[in-house]
């Protein structure tokens, strides 16, 4: 299992060319998450790259293969900008085109992060005129009724071309067995389904594969203690 960790600038072991951009633009300071579901402000590379326009969807929804909406993926512009650029990607496949920095200023994003999955409720539902709503998973752990909840919420925002916004924390391990760590916490877009719903894609603005599959109830796991906007 490969293990892909996601450290805080300042700290020795972050990639080398991300590390290098942002000794550039003089971020030494390590952010850090607030308790609770908060989320943390995670490591970004100082100037941004962009990806090309990801694959279009397939199937015909529930249980019919799978789908996969047409978004624009984009790194994080700054080390805390993972909830601007999760809510960016959500956007992007509504057919919205607001930059991360005011997509981080109608989310009062600071350096400490972007409080929680409420504020990227609201954010998505005032700009995308969608009907978002945040669902929490309380607890630790997710259990199975919060495991089946969200697979039945990605499928159906999916399905109705909204992508999911997740606030994650901990360790994910994806399909490929990369383990994703953001021990501070993230923000993930979920942009397609497979399997009736049982394992997710994410589009994920501080990773190197940029886009990766999950299993839905790996993903349950990592939002707990957080939440997310569906």
């Not at 943390?40 to 397939?58: D, K, L, Y």
Request: net charge negative.
């Amino acid at each position: 299992m490969t293990t892909t960790t996601r450290w805080l600038p300042g700290l020795t072991q972050a990639p080398v060319i991300r590390k290098a951009a942002l000794a550039v633009a003089g971020l030494a300071m390590a952010g850090g998450a607030i308790a609770g579901p908060v989320a943390a402000a995670n490591a970004a590379p100082a100037t941004a790259g962009t990806a090309a326009s990801v694959q279009q969807e397939r199937g015909n929804g529930k249980g019919a293969g799978g789908k996969e909406l047409d978004f624009h993926y984009k790194f994080q512009e700054t080390y805390f900008y993972c909830a601007p650029a999760a809510t960016k990607m959500a956007l992007s496949a509504l057919g919205k085109d607001l930059s991360q920095d005011e997509l981080a200023k109608k989310l009062g994003t600071t350096e400490a992060g972007t409080n929680s999955a409420i504020e990227t409720t609201r954010v998505l539902t005032e700009v995308s005129g969608k009907g978002y709503r945040t669902v929490e998973i309380p607890g630790d752990k997710a259990d199975q009724a919060e495991t089946d909840r969200l697979r039945d919420d990605v499928v159906r925002a999916l399905d109705e071309g909204r992508p999911v916004v997740a606030n994650i924390i901990g360790t994910g391990v994806d399909t490929d067995g990369h383990a994703h760590a953001y021990p501070g916490g993230h923000y993930v877009t979920v942009v397609g389904y497979r399997d009736g719903g049982n394992t997710v894609k994410i589009g994920d603005s501080w990773s190197d594969e940029g886009q990766y599959w999950i299993n839905t109830d790996t993903l349950a796991d990592w939002i707990a203690s957080r939440g997310y906007s569906a």
